[in-house]
């Protein structure tokens, strides 16, 4: 096979966010364009060579395409064997544990995660480092100053591989094999939850609803679900992933999996109800006519967990994002585990993860996952539930209440405005961090601000630093309001405010989430000016 160098001029704007560069697709597809990219990790992470790298993604557009071209360029760079998904499909989840058993070097996951797809929609890739993590802060940045004076990249030519054929392939000296997508990340989960439990709750008639929002998690529930589990064919929702996901925004959240919603508040709603986003690593939690939000689920699996296999011997320490309500707190305080609290994005919880520091898990953005994998996991979510109904007898609504009883109940949500003027946020962020000194001590409606700052994190195992990632103001433990930009998207800019009231009192733990939020909202809107500030007079988006 003939290897060829190729010139090339740099892009300016490969510098990866929360997960990974994520562009329109229509930048993927400029000549070079992801090429140069390729070539910068590969310039970068020199360890690939002569070593294995595991590709795969979340099947959208663009989604095949990409994975030739990364493997011809494997090829040409050195690499000694590649790991494809059938088809060019792995989850996110998957794609860190494939990585994780077969030794590989590291990953490209290709995915724009929960963003719409298609033609006129997002493409992505996140590389992941070896033992399945995403690549530091560090090293993405290192990808970035590569990617800004890079002149030429390497590449097989004419390279066309069967991506649809199970098995192993040549390519010159490089070897590449085509896994099954499903396999070993079913069996893992075999061995961390109790299967047969699940199958008899299901055979005692108890149910499932999973929206699948036709993205990459499909094939995972159905063999899952349904032909492992027993649980009946239309337990699972938008099975089929499609290029453009159906057209749909495959986001689990109150607003895009309405249909979902719509069922377990409906009288003929299942037990439990899940979906996932368009690369697995996502979920969403309901009860038969209860949600249970990120935070509080987080919460709970903290509190359930050791009673499955997987997590017999007890949990290391737990740990959140600074955005994530501190449900997890308390449950960590009552049971004397160690709690982190760590920046938006998974990338930081691997080094607790990796060190043996913690467990379990969490994100306020339908995020949670425990140490099987370093990234975040969907269908893992919804096993894990499934296991603890089917383990307690009990329902979710019975859970929450008990669980709130005890560690009392922090309301939350999140309120996005999106694809604003990045000139406009970025003038709503610096207008609060200006008011920041005068907060400490002031009082708003029951609530007086004990401290106010930006966040910032060292890391505990490596010292590394993160600054300003988020704007907070804490009003001891009985609220917060938290501002920050979000690192994902591809269009403007999108601020995210995050809303937080703790209640303890019997009285005050049946409110409706929007009702409780009211006051603290009101504040918001004294305090941040979102609205006067950009002119927008609500939320895109609130979940
Ligand atoms: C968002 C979420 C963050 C999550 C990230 C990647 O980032 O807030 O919690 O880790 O998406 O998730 P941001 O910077 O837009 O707020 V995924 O499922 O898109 O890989
Ligand atoms: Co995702």
Redesign the pocket.
Known sequence: MPVREIATKPFSDQKS???GLRKKVAVFQQPHYLENFLQSIFDVETSLRGKTLVMGGDGRYHNRTAIQTAIAMAAANGVAKVIVGQGGILS?PASSHMIRISGAAGGLVFTA??NPAGEDGDFGLKFNIAGGGQASETLTNRIYEASKSISRYRIEENVWVDLDRRGSQKLGDMDIEVVDCVDDYAALMQTLFDFDRIRDWFKKGHSLAFDAMHAVTGPYAQRIFVDLLGAPQKSVMNASPLEDFGGGHPDPNLIYAKPLVDLMYSDHAPDLGGAS?G?G??NMILGRGIFISPGDSLAMLAAHLDKLPGYKKGLAGVAR?MPTCRALDMVAKGRGLACYETP???KFFANLLDSGRITLCG?E?F?TSSNHVREKDGVWAVLAWLNVLAETGLSMQQIADAHWKQYGRHYYARHDYDELPTAVANQVMETLIASLPRLAGQKFGEWTVSQADEFGYEDPVDGSVAKSQGIRIVFGEAARLILRL????TKGA?L?LYLERYETAAEKLGYKTGEALAPLAAIADQLIRIGEITGRKAPDVVT
């Not at 979000?486 to 998207?489: E, I, K, M, R, V």
């Open positions: 966010g929360t997960a996110t995660s929960h986003d690369d690593d996502r994002s938006t994005g998974w994100e953005s995020g979000s690192g994902t998207g999108t995210r």
